[in-house]
Each structure stands twice: as structure tokens, then as C-alpha cells.
């Protein structure tokens, strides 16, 4: 049967055109009476949503349950899912963008069904709607609005994650009827809300509520363009009035002569409005133009972005405005050069002359003719036209010498894919403009939602889409609803899935986990190839130690800390290390922690135990040493060592030198608290060297030699010490008197460095000829030694002992020649350094 011709279904709404196309045919049962249903479509040619109006009496039916349930269609009829419902009566029925389906009761109990199944989250409104009541709702693409039944006004603006916020408090009063403007079409970035009460309108926001002060009320129905631009308000006398969405401009009035309140105000695109009735819809234009469409049966109106889907028992139409490049192509009485190329084709194909006329008859408008045959294309539902306008336009750009073909190519694919969705057993009746705005992301995720797995493969692999995520919800699918056993099902989907880029067997095994196969998730996280994904599943499944050994073999660091904090919080401590210590890796990341507490410092209590629990004495008297070395007075200090050497002593001849280290340092502390207490300084703390430091530095040098012997302090340490100390305090003739006529066991060049860094050349001199008596100067070194003493003299002698020249002119020049002091060194030299 040949095609109707496109402009069959046109009815003309002043200066443009609006079409019907029949989608479907006999889509719903004949006991299925829709006029006792309420009914709510998701966007872009979505699914249907019907639940029973309680409100309504039905005749009993014996052959069908009593038990209410919520029951998804596609617009073709097709029942996909059966939703058994007995949480109260229904308030709010609607669809988000992504085609969740949300359900709020009388007591503000929102429930989000996902992915077209019985799964869902829940969340509650609050703001004092349990008590007061949901009156009704409306939704937009991510969020919703509900009206109470004391007229506050609740939004919710993200259903991931919902935070129910109450708007600015509306005025009292019955609210005929009222709609929302959705956020991203307001200035204020707020969703809005239109209320009908009285004869005016108030727009009520986030933190506002603004009378409009019409007088042309009271208002039945009011609706808003999908753009947000403009607003449709229905009156009880039948008339209908559009305005901007401002309410600044009254565009056109409408008369519809009828007593009957209508079913449905909603708008078809953005420049019509569509008034419904149980089987008649007014199509109402700019300046009150009107169309009419007229039904057998009762029908339903499900509003899109671009046109209405009407739905009755046995059809569903799209109504919406003619494209512009439609009317250009088919529009009666066209002559546009796209409507002569579309007669060319058809001569063409009749193998007319007249063919080749039409081509020059446009030759020069031909590029612009091809371009409005491949947008026409996308356009119509009927696939004989789209083939037409192809043809057309790959005929007349076989003429062109030059064309593009990326428009035409991407539009045969476009339909190709469109004609796929919108066959009657998917029925996603999509138009060219819905196809763009849902993405071809968009649309292979509502046949995963229909587990259409064959169709979304063969439309992601022709549109060059990755397939993972259509395996995963494969698979998923698989092992909820898969009656095998378990073994069975691993191996199929293992098999199916083997080779295959991208796969996330975490995200199949949880949802086995999620139907409590628990045995089949841990056998899928095997398959799973990246050990961040298995770990978390296995920490919820309680397969902690599994967890520990997948992190471990993994190599992560982080994902081994991120177990072993995990088992911290939930195990006994006892049982926290029995589960470490098989585990070399485990243990050391738990002593890493501990020496690096967040907090700063060391978990000294958790090393303990980690040592205690694995006989690491050593390391446990460690723990306790540091902590001595942390305590403010000399007592408790002394406590802590006592401790160290007690975990020591069991195996005293393997730490002897330990133990001796430790009374060592349990004898300094009670020597330093002797001290602080005689000599009212502070001593604790300080090592042996430091003390006997202080004390020569004090003036206590007999307390100095007695700790020094104490603690057998070699011979070079003490001298050390003591010179540094007498230099500190200047003590220059116990310095001379240290010095007097002793070897020193360090040498005499720490005496002269660091008294001339004292600022005393004067003693820091007398060192230098003990140095050179010693020996092991180089050659010329005494002569700077001298010279850094400002002692030019003996520098100079020095410099003639050892027939340094250099030295001896750098001394002479230092000096000045007509100086006494160097007229002395012309003479030492004299002998030595003749010119």
C-alpha cells in the first residue's frame, strides 16, 4: 500500500500548518478503558505510566486483580513492567528526563523507580508534609514541585540526591489550578511556580511570592511552553488566554464556546497551545487561530518538547507544528527549488525528460535544494518519504561538481536508527528534534531500560558507541533474573563477556550481591581486573580477609590502608592483628601508620600491642624509650626506661648492650634530678655530654669530672667538652691553665679555632706554636695562623724558617715597609731574601 501523502494529516493554524502522524494502532486492550486511569508519559517519546484513578468507580472484574499496580507501556502498548503498589494513594505521578518514574503519596513518601523495574530509592519531602498532605505535583526534566494541601509549596531539585526545600509561603485561598517554570528558564535560577487563586496568578520563588493582579480569573488551567517564553491560562468561561511567561504582554484570546472544562491545556511546541476533551483537541495559534482534531474514543495527552503524543485505546498520534522545511518540500502550491528536486526525482523515476528540465530549472539553487531534502528527510516518520527525499537529494548532488555529503551521510544514519526505535515492538516513536536532545547516549540507554540488548549492540556498533556498559547491564540482567545455579551463570557470563574492552565485573558481581547471591558475586569479583573495584564489594559482602589479600596483591598502598582502616574500626584489636599478621605487608603498613599518626607523633598505644602481639621486644622497648625522651619531668621518664629494660630482661645476654644502654640512661635521669634540685638549673634531659657541658660552663667542675667518670667518658670526649665549655664562658685562664704544659689528646688546633672565633687572637696565638711543635701543620699554615692573629712578626719568622717567600712578601706588604713592625721583618728576611 503506497504512503499518504505527508500533507494528508495537515490542518492549517493561521499562516502555518500542524500535522497529526499516526504512530500506532490497537496499542491497549478493549477492556483497558484509559478514561479511568491516570496517565503520565516520560519525555522523548517515553514510556507511559498508568494507575488506576481511585477517584473513579470501575465495574469488578473477576478475571483480573483487586490489588492496585502501576503498569509502564511503551507508546506502542507494549506492557514492559508491572509495578504492585500498596504504599497509599498516588498524589503525583511523573517521569524524570532519564526516564525514572517518581510516585508521591498523600504523605509526601517519594519513591524513584530507576531503569524501569521495581527497583527504587525513597526519600520523604519533610517541611511539614506529612502532616498537612500533598495536594497534587508537577515535574520538570530533573526535579519536581509539590503543592500542599495548606498551600506551602515544597521543591526538590535533584532526585540523586534529594534536599526538599520549602518555597516562599503563597497566600491563602483555594488554588484552581496551577504549573511550574523549570529553573533553567528563570532568571532567578529557581524553579518557579505559577498558582491560580482567585481571579490572579502568583508567581511564587525561592524567597518570594509576587501578585500579577489579573482580574480575568479564576483560572482551571494553566500551562507553560516548553521554552519557559510564554503561558496559557484556561478560564471557567472557556476562554483561553496566552500571555508571556512575565505576564508583561497579552498575546492572543481563544473563545472555545464550551461550558465543559477540558481534560488537558498543554502546548504543542512553543507557538501553539492544544485544548483536550474526552475525544475532541483544539489546536490554538498565534491571534486565536484554531484547528481542530476529532476522536473515537477517549483519549490522553502526554506533552513533549517539540509536540503532544495523543494516546487513546486503539492509537498514538503526535501532533506538532509542520517543520519549516517541510512545508518548504510538501507545502501546497510550493514552487521552492527542494519541492522541484523532490518532482525531479519522481520524473526520474517515470524516466521522464521533464527530470532534466526540473535540474537546470534550479541549478543555481540546487546545493540549497539537496540541504532541504536531507533536513526534510529527518523529519517524517514515513520511511517511503524519507527514502523519497534521499533519493532526491543524492540525485541532485550527483550533479554538483562539489558537495559535502557529512550532512546527508549522518542523516541516513540518523534515520536508520530512529526507524529502529520507533518499530512497534521497541516503541520509542522518536522525532529528529527528540533524537538530538536525548543523544544517541540517551537512547541506547531506554533499550537497555527495555532490555532491547541485541538493538542497542547493533545501534552502539553502528553509530561507533562503546558497548561496555550494554554487556554490564547484560550481564546485570543475567544474575538478578537467571534461574540457572550459580556456577552455571559465572561461566556463561564470563564466557559471553570474554575479550571484551571495558568490562566491570564489580559492577555485575554487586548487583548479584544486591539479589543476595552472594556466592556468585565473590566467584564474578575473580574476573574483575582492577583491585580498587573488587575491594569495596568485598568489604560490603563481609569478605574482609578476601579484601586485605586483594589489596595486598594489587600493590596499592592506598587501597591496603584503605582495608586495614576499615578492619581498625570494625574488628577487636586482637583480632585486628591476627588478620595482619599472616600478612607481611598488612603489618608493616600498620607500623608505618602508627610511627606516622595523622595526628602527628606515633600511636605509641597501637605499636605496643603490634609488638606485644608479635614478641618484638626490642622494637617494643623502642616505643617505650621515645616516650621517655617525650616526658616533661625526669620521674616519669625513669618510669618508661624501667619498662623498656623490664620487656628486655627475659632475654638479657641477646640485648645486653641494650641493657646496659638503659641503665645508663635510668642513672643520667636520677643524676640530672640530683642536680636540678641542688644547683636550681635544669639538667633533665640533657645528654651525659651536654651535662658535664653545663656544668664546666656553670663553674661545677668537680661535679663535671665526677659525671664524667660516672659514665666513663673517654679522655677526648671530656677534653672536648671542657674546651668548648670554658670557651663559652670565657674562661680564658682556666683555659691557659688547661693548656699549660700537657699533651692534648685532641690536638692544639681546636684551642686555636675556636678561640679565635671566641674573638681572643691574643690566646688563640700562644696555640700556634704548640701546633707547631706537635707537628702535622702543612707547610706555610703556621705562617696564616700567625697572620690571622694580627701577629705579623711571627708570622714572618715562621715564613723565613721555612723559606716561604710568598708568605714573607704577603706578611711584609700586610705590614708596610717604612713600619716599625715591618723594618723587624726587612731585617729577619734579610739574610734569607736577597734581591
Known sequence: MEAPHPTDGWEQVGERFYRKIALYTAIFDEDLDLDNYIVAGAPYAGAIALYRD?????AYQPNKSSKPTIDIYSSAGKLLRSIKWDNGAIKGLGWSVDEKLLVITNDGTVRCYYGLQDDFTQF?????????????????DDGMVALLLNNALISVTSYDEPRPKLLASPPDGHVHSWAIIAPN??????????????????????????????????????????????????????????????????????????????????WCGNDAVVIAWEDEVHVVGPHGAVAQFFYDNRIHLVPDIDGVRVISNNLCDFLQKVPDVTEEVFGIGTESPASVLLDAVEQLDAQSPKADDDIQLIRPQLPEAVDACVSAAGQEFAVHWQKQLLKAASFGKSVLDIYNSDDFVDMCETLRVLNAARFFEVGLPLSYEQYLRLTPEGLVARLLNRHEYLLALRIAAYLRLPTDKIYVHWASAKVRLGAEDDDAICRLV???????????????????????????????????????????????????ELALDKAVESGDTDLVYFVLHHLRRKLPLAAFFRVTSARPLATALVEAAARNHPEGGEDTALLKDLYYQDDRRLDGADVFVRESLRQPDSRTASDKLALAAKLLADNSKENAFELSA?????????????????????????????????????????????????????????????????????????????ARGKKSPIGWEPFYNLTLLAGNPRLAGTFVGKCVAAGGLEAGQSVVMYEKCGMRVKAAEEAVRHKDAEGYMRVLEAAGRGTAEGREIERLGAAVFRK
Open 185 to 266: 528558564y528563570t532568571l532567578s535560577r529557581s524553579v518557579e511556580v505559577l498558582l491560580g487563586i482567585g481571579q490572579t496568578v502568583y508567581v511564587v520563588d525561592a524567597t518570594e511570592c509576587e501578585d500579577r493582579f489579573l482580574d480575568i480569573g479564576p483560572f482551571t488551567q494553566i500551562s507553560v511552553s516548553p521554552n519557559g517564553k510564554f503561558a496559557a491560562l484556561y478560564t471557567e468561561t472557556g476562554h483561553a488566554h496566552v500571555i508571556t511567561s512575565d505576564f508583561q504582554t497579552r498575546l492572543s484570546e481563544h473563545d472555545s464556546k464550551s461550558k465543559i472544562p477540558p481534560k488537558y491545556l498543554h
Open 494 to 544: 564470563v564466557d559471553k563477556l570474554a575479550g571484551k574492552p571495558g568490562i566491570s565485573f564489580e559492577a555485575i558481581a554487586r548487583a548479584a550481591y544486591d539479589e543476595g547471591r552472594s556466592r556468585l558475586a565473590t566467584q564474578l569479583l575473580n574476573h574483575e581486573p582492577r583491585a580498587g573495584r573488587q575491594v569495596p564489594l568485598l568489604l560490603s559482602m563481609e569478605e574482609d
Open 54 to 58: 481511585e477517584n473513579k468507580l470501575v
Open 124 to 140: 520523604s519531602l519533610g517541611n511539614g508534609a506529612e502532616e498537612a498532605g500533598v495536594n497534587s505535583c508537577r515535574f520538570y
Open 662 to 738: 638503659l641503665r645508663e640512661a635510668a642513672s643520667l635521669l636520677r643524676l640530672q634530678e640530683a642536680l636540678d634540685r641542688d644547683l636550681t638549673d635544669t639538667f633533665t634531659g640533657l645528654s651525659v655530654n651536654e651535662t658535664v657541658f653545663k656544668l664546666i660552663r656553670l663553674g661545677y667542675h668537680g661535679r663535671a669530672k665526677k659525671v664524667a667518670a660516672e659514665f666513663r667518658l673517654p679522655e677526648r670526649v671530656l677534653w672536648w667538652t671542657r674546651l668548648q665549655a670554658l670557651v663559652a664562658k670565657r674562661d680564658w685562664s682556666e683555659l691557659e691553665e688547661m
